[in-house]
């Protein structure tokens, strides 16, 4: 559909999949009923409450967006334009919780995603990947996910490490359609939500990140260790209807997202853009 499997970086692979849902900071509101299409082997979660994304309330050094909860890249709009589509793949990576620190909610997490809004306002429209560990001795667990931020993010069963995984946001009329296409399996979901009521969403962004979903050290839900994080087949879309890469253009130009702990160290390095299409980033602490 949108990704190539082939252009996904391999990742190590993990055995299968156990452990319970972790306590989270208190929940958000949830997200209104919407059409939502599954496929395959993936399959919604109702019982499920992942941690939501936390806004990175960036500090801006030297033309570098640094946060204690996301890494990757941005594109911000030119002459207040909206970006109406963001592509990315990816491979899940495999979390180890044996070298991730259990923060004092008891759990260590990642996210990664690709989405529109929230390095400048208060909305995201995303979907991704989550994987959190409970304990230092058992595996980690993994779900798939949408989130239409402030509202809670929706979980789905059926992903596991080494996965090869394509997502796609999409304005269409006054709403957002989300999907997540696992290569690997044939599974996946879409769905189509609007803006959450009270909130505008402007689209005048998109990212890709690697991601704490709780804020590292500020919310005690420290980083899982995910070794490598591998971001490929990075496009957006401009409001007239143009494809690009992440380069800066006549429609956007390109924001670097780095993640620090409050004392000013790497918690993930993050690599350059190769050919405006693909990066990495590499886990170096949770905590």
Known sequence: MKGKAAAIFAVTLAAS???????TAAPRAATPAAAVRTFGSVREAPGVHLAPTRLPHATVKNGTYLTNNWAGYAITARGGKTIP????????????????????????????????DGLVDNTVEQEGIAAYCTSITGPATYYAWYEMVPLAPVAFTGIDPGDAISV???????????????????GGFST???????????????????????????????LADFGMDNQTGILAHTYNGKDGSFGTNDYWYIQVIQM????????????????????????????
Do not use: H
């Open 192 to 222: 189509e939500q609007a803006c959450p009521a009270g909130s505008t969403c402007k689209d005048n962004s998109a990212e890709v990140i690697t991601e704490d979903p709780s804020g590292a050290v500020a919310a005690g839900q420290f």
């Open 85 to 116: 589509q963001v592509n990315a793949d990816f491979t899940v990576p495999s979390v180890n919780c044996a070298e991730s620190p259990i923060g004092v909610t008891g759990t260590s997490y990642l996210g990664e995603w690709a989405g529109f």
């Open 168 to 186: 796609e946001t999409k304005r269409v009329g006054s709403s957002y359609e989300l999907t997540l296409d696992d290569i690997t399996t044939g």
């Open 260 to 287: 620090l702990d409050p004392s000013g160290n790497s918690m993930a390095t993050l690599s350059p853009m190769y050919g405006s299409q693909a990066f990495s980033v590499t886990w170096q602490r949770g905590d």
């Open 17 to 23: 999949v156990t452990g319970s849902v972790p306590a």
